[in-house]
């Protein structure tokens, strides 16, 4: 690790020194950010004003990703830098601490009240909490402002057209918000069981009212035995539940590991579809914009278990 970090300082150094050589001539705000989720928030409030880029991908997971030297150079070259914080991005805490003694890097969690977010774990005297803010409405609605106000400290003279935007994408999520309030009631209390490949959906299941179990902890980073899937089985035959969830940036041979195990002891259970948890979908997909990936998951969901 300590390697990785040497490593990286030395890089952010170099790239620096070229920084101005190679800096985009767009009179656009030039914005990097980590997640895809994060950056099709800022494009909404954005609009033309900014080119948004996203380091991590359609299936990319955010736990395991490590910045290349050409991320780097996009970092380098950015105005403004996005990221979720609550220790999503992990390899990548101490590059954005970097960047932040020379231009504005913005946690997007930073005004969500700690009250509202899930303890994961403690570490010392450290509480660690569940990032995966995105798949609750109620939770993300919270990332529009400080995107706002960065976009406003940098580019004052365009701060209404901004403003415009962060308050009719807030409506647009407040829709979907009670959409999904609805097609979750749908399906029957005893069978609101969403069983995925890791704890992705805490905040999707604390504010739609369903049952949430993940294969593996919040981090795709954390170890899955024999026990897991062991008592993972029994929970499924015990709760007879119908189908379990794959995730697009998730290895599903635990979760295969799990139908197998039912199999064997006599019951049946399905794969209830691919979920977008850390990632969104393609960029030419419904899935590939926030709003469409928040609505493919419900849909997948309700299908399922309903």
């Given amino acids: 690790m300590k390697k990785y970090l040497v490593l990286f300082a030395v890089s952010i150094c170099f790239l620096s020194c070229k920084n101005e050589e190679t800096k985009n001539n767009s009179d656009k705000i030039q914005i990097v950010t980590t997640t895809q989720m994060i950056a099709d928030v800022v494009r909404n409030i954005a609009g033309d004003k900014a080119e948004v880029i996203s380091l991590m991908g359609p299936g990319i997971d955010p736990h395991f990703y490590k910045a290349t030297q050409g991320d780097l150079q996009k970092l380098n070259n950015a105005d403004i830098i996005f990221y979720n914080g609550l220790h999503l991005e992990g390899k990548m805490q101490d590059v954005f601490e970097r960047y932040a003694k020379k231009k504005m890097v913005v946690a997007v969690s930073k005004d969500i009240p700690k009250e509202k977010l899930i303890i994961s774990s403690s570490q010392g005297e450290e509480t660690i909490y569940d990032p995966h803010i995105w798949h609750s409405l109620e939770h993300w609605r919270y990332v529009l402002k400080p995107i706002e106000m960065a976009l406003n400290d940098f ?102 590991a799990v139908i197998e195990g039912c199999k064997n002891k006599g019951w ?39």
Avoid at 226 to 254: C, G, H, P, Q, Y
């Fill in 268 to 306: 049946e259970v399905k794969i209830g579809g691919t979920l977008f948890s850390d990632a969104m979908g393609a960029d030419d997909k419904p899935e590939g914009t926030y709003i469409g990936m928040i609505k493919y998951n419900t849909e997948s969901i309700v299908a399922a278990l309903k």
């Fill in 155 to 256: 580019d004052v003279k365009n701060n209404n057209f901004y403003e415009v935007n962060a308050k009719n994408f807030a409506g647009s999520l407040q829709n979907l918000n009670n959409e999904i309030q609805v097609q979750i009631s749908t399906i029957p209390k005893e069978q609101r069981l969403l069983i995925t490949s890791h704890d992705a959906f805490n905040y999707f299941g604390k504010t739609y009212d369903i049952e949430v179990k993940g294969l593996q902890g919040i981090s795709t980073v954390s170890e899955i035995g024999i026990k897991d899937i062991t008592e993972m089985v029994d929970l499924i035959i015990k709760r007879k539940v119908k189908a379990v969830f794959v995730e697009s940036s998730v290895n599903e041979k635990n979760l295969k």
